[in-house]
C-alpha cells in the first residue's frame, strides 16, 4: 500500500456520488434520456436528482434539451464529449487502482 | 483492500447502470419454460387433429367427416391459442420478475424491445398469411421457426444477451426443415417446446436461482 503511485488524485471528484455516477453511467450508454427514466433508474427524489444533474451540467459533463412532446415539457439529457472523456479517465483510474492493490 | 473493494463496487454499480438502462433485464428463464410447454401443448392437439383426419384413428369420430377447410380452422385456432397462452404466461412470469427486481416493467427499454422483436415478426406474419392463401401450408412451420429466430437474435442487443443463443437454435432448425416439410410436428417441438424449456431453464439457473441466493444471504 505504501510504495505506489497515489491513483486517486487522478478519480474524478465530481463523480463521488452515487447519483452522479448513476447519471454519467446511463447517459454513457444512452443517447438521451428524460428526468422520470432517470429518477426511476437510479431510484432518487426529484430535488435530490435535479440537483445532481444541475452540478453536472456546470461542469460541462451533460447537456440539457429541452422540447416538447406534444403540448408537455420534455426536458432529456445527453452527455458531452467532455462528460464521456471525464467518465472514460474515471473509469480508467479506478482499474488502475485495483490492479495497482492486486 | 478496503479502497480496492470500494472501486470494484463503483465498477459494478456503473454496469449495473449501463445494464439497466440499455436493457430489459426483467425477462424471466420462467417465461421460455412456460412459453415452451404451451407449444408442447399446442402441437400435441394440432397433430392429434390432423393425425385424426388423414387417418380418422382417433376418439373424436366426428372429425372424420370433416371438411378439409374445417380442420384448417380448427388448427389455425389452436395456433392462435397456443400464442396467445404462451405470450400470456411469459408474460406473466415477466411480470412477477420485473416485481421482484423492482425495475418497471414498461419504459424505454421495453418498447426498444418490443419493437425490435416486432419488425421480423411482422415480416414473418405477411409471409405466412400469404403462403397459407397459396395453400402453401408446408411452409409454416420453417417460417415460423426462421421468422422468430430472426426476432430473437435482433431482440438479443436489448435484452439478456443469451437470446441470441435461441435465435439461433430456430433458425437453424427452421432452414434444415425446409427439406424435411413433413416432419413439421418435430421440427416445431424441437424448436418453440424443447429450446424454449432448455433456454427457460438455462436463463432461470444463471440469473434468478443466484439472486434468490442473493437475497437470502442479505435477509
Redesign the interface.
Known amino acids: 500500500m505504501i510504495q505506489m503511485i497515489n491513483p ?1 488524485e487522478k478519480l474524478n471528484k465530481t463523480f463521488d456520488s ?1 447519483v452522479r ?2 447519471i454519467m ?2 447517459l ?3 443517447d438521451k ?1 428524460n428526468f422520470n ?1 432517470l429518477k ?4 432518487v427524489t426529484d430535488g435530490n436528482l435535479a440537483s445532481h444533474i444541475k452540478s453536472l451540467e456546470e461542469s460541462g459533463y451533460i447537456k440539457v434539451n429541452k422540447g416538447f412532446v406534444g403540448r408537455k415539457t420534455n426536458t432529456t439529457y445527453a452527455v458531452t464529449k467532455a462528460g464521456e472523456k471525464a467518465f472514460q479517465q474515471h ?1 480508467g483510474a ?2 488502475k ?2 490492479k495497482a ?1 492486486k | 483492500m478496503n479502497a480496492k473493494q470500494q472501486s470494484l463496487q463503483e465498477l459494478q454499480q456503473i454496469k449495473q447502470m449501463m445494464e439497466r438502462s440499455s436493457k430489459f433485464i426483467s425477462l424471466s428463464g420462467l417465461s421460455g419454460i412456460s412459453a415452451g410447454i404451451c407449444a408442447l401443448a399446442g402441437a400435441w392437439f394440432a397433430s392429434q387433429k390432423i393425425h385424426c383426419w388423414q387417418y380418422g384413428d382417433c376418439q373424436f369420430g366426428d372429425l372424420i367427416n370433416d371438411t378439409d377447410r374445417k380442420v384448417q380452422n380448427e388448427v389455425l385456432l389452436i395456433a392462435i391459442l397456443t400464442f396467445v397462452a404462451a405470450l400470456a404466461t411469459s408474460f406473466f412470469f415477466t411480470f412477477l420478475r420485473s416485481k421482484k427486481t423492482g425495475i418497471p416493467l414498461f419504459g424505454t427499454t421495453t418498447i426498444r424491445l418490443l419493437w425490435n422483436i416486432a419488425i421480423p415478426l411482422v415480416a414473418g406474419a405477411f409471409f405466412l398469411i400469404r403462403s397459407m392463401q397459396l395453400d402453401q401450408y408446408e411452409l409454416i412451420t420453417p417460417g415460423c421457426l426462421i421468422f422468430y429466430g430472426l426476432a430473437l437474435v435482433n431482440a438479443s442487443k436489448y435484452t439478456l444477451g443469451e437470446i441470441r443463443f435461441l435465435g439461433y437454435g430456430q433458425i437453424i432448425l427452421g432452414i434444415i426443415n425446409l427439406w424435411f416439410i413433413g416432419n413439421w410436428v418435430i421440427f416445431w417441438v424441437a424448436g418453440f417446446g424443447v429450446l424454449h424449456i432448455i433456454y427457460g431453464i438455462v436463463m432461470w439457473y444463471k440469473y434468478e436461482r443466484v439472486s434468490r441466493i442473493n437475497n437470502d444471504t442479505n435477509d
Open positions: 486517486i452515487r455516477l448513476g453511467s446511463t454513457m450508454v444512452n434520456i427514466d426511476e433508474l437510479i431510484a473509469l479506478l482499474e487502482m485495483i492493490m
